[in-house]
């Protein structure tokens, strides 16, 4: 099935379906949340953020899969760097960034002198020969100790709720983007495709939490446009130490707070949650009391 035809039918289905459920939370974006419920109609709850369900470091550390490194490892290099001092870096688990794009953020991440964990999808080639395409020559041996790389899944929520995480580069799935923000931490924006480019324009313009690297167009394009490393290098320096940094992150911390509210009994999710398992509730009731007449 192709993209169009898939959004097709995922339009059709909201339409003919009972309501929405959204992986959100009201306080995250009440103006498009009043919009929808107000001017287009739909029925909607606001459940999120599903993220926070992941209590315990165990929970945290196997979200989504079982993760490609030891969880022990990844906190014992954590707890080495003082707070806010790693940028980590993650670009979802469907995309791989071309070798050329890949070499244009490591020297952006050697220039900036930031420390950063960084997710590499596996690549098809794992020669050497084919790994020095998108590494500058000797990167990974002076990277030792101020980088981490993780090939494979990451236990990303562990790592982002870590004090010594600073900073996420990111594609902007909603995924991602939610557990960016009930972490706490401000993001770095490259989205990649579809709706990636305004979940980018909420966290850059709306909530003031994160900095784009210009990134403008989808990255399956044929002709698509290489984010140069000036570009990411100074998107890194602005997030991490520049003179915005530590106001992006104070409000990334309101908002993580807003949504650890959300989800606790009385919060808008979690009431949100209540009223329609209630008026499910009272469809089956009514449906039951139509059949019995």
């Not at 606790?264 to 059949?291: H, I, M, V, W």
Request: a negative charge; hydrophobic letters at 40%; proline letters at 3%.
């Amino acid at each position: 099935m192709n993209f169009t035809k898939l959004m097709d039918e995922i339009s059709k289905s909201i339409v003919s379906s009972y309501g929405v459920l959204t992986d959100s939370f009201f306080e995250l974006e009440p103006a498009y949340s009043e919009h929808y419920r107000m001017e287009i109609k739909r029925k909607t709850w606001h459940v999120g953020p599903l993220s926070l369900c992941n209590r315990d470091m165990t929970d945290k550390a196997e979200r989504g899969s079982l993760s490609s490194i030891d969880e022990l490892e990844c906190m014992t290099w954590l707890a080495k760097k003082n707070p806010n001092s790693v940028l980590y870096i993650c670009f979802g688990s469907f995309f791989n960034h071309p070798a050329a794009q890949l070499l244009e953020l490591a020297m952006a991440l050697e220039a900036s002198g930031q420390n950063f964990i960084w997710v590499v999808r596996e690549r098809k080639q794992t020669k050497l020969a084919e790994k020095e395409k998108w590494l500058p020559e000797g990167f990974e041996k002076r990277m030792e100790g101020k980088g981490l790389f993780i090939s494979g899944w990451a236990p990303q929520v562990l790592i982002l709720d870590h004090e010594a995480v600073g900073g996420f580069m990111t594609h902007c799935g909603w995924n991602s983007t939610l557990e960016g923000v009930t972490a706490g931490v401000p993001m770095v924006t490259w989205p990649l495709a579809a709706e990636q480019f305004c979940n980018e324009a909420l966290i850059t313009d709306v909530l003031k939490i994160g900095i784009g690297v210009g990134a403008l167009e989808w990255s399956r394009c044929e002709q698509k446009l290489i984010v140069r490393k000036e570009a990411i290098e100074k998107a890194i320096i602005q997030l991490m130490v520049g003179e915005e940094a530590e106001e992006m992150r104070n409000r990334a911390k309101v908002l993580k707070e807003m949504a650890r509210r959300a989800t606790e009994e009385g919060g808008s999710s979690y009431s949100d949650l209540t009223a329609l398992l209630e008026e499910l509730r009272a469809l089956e009731t009514s449906k039951q009391e139509f059949a019995a007449n």
